[in-house]
């Protein structure tokens, strides 16, 4: 991934609603500029400025982005700062004190303590 300045992760129409997409995470730690099938799993991560989003299965929509951002350094450099400060929120350590606040949370509303 180190020679790479583009990720692709062009999931097919009928990928499943919701998972983790490693290998997208893998791009954003990478800092590379992301395209993405606009998918839920895939757009709850990187928002609509952190990838360039297309249609699953959309392979003139896939085309037509790598083209974007091999004619447009600007872009890509955009996007590779914007993969690195994504994949920053995504930590283990950040997930587990998510987790912990929450049940935190429902454990106030209950009325006993964590």
Not at 38 to 51: L, Q
Not at 75 to 90: F, G, I, N, V
């Amino acid at each position: 991934l180190t020679e790479a300045d583009i990720g692709l992760a062009p999931y097919a129409p009928d990928a499943p609603t919701y998972f983790s997409p490693l290998k997208l995470f893998e791009y954003l730690a990478a800092g590379l500029a992301v395209v993405a099938a606009d998918i839920p799993g895939v757009s709850d991560i990187v928002g609509t400025d952190g990838a360039l989003l297309m249609a699953p299965g959309d392979a003139n929509a896939l085309a037509a982005a790598v083209a974007v951002l091999t004619a447009d350094a600007g872009e890509r450099a955009r996007l590779s700062r914007k993969a690195r400060a994504l994949a920053a929120q995504h930590t283990w350590e950040r997930r587990a004190r998510r987790i912990l606040d929450a049940v935190g949370e429902l454990s106030l509303r209950e009325g006993a303590a964590v």
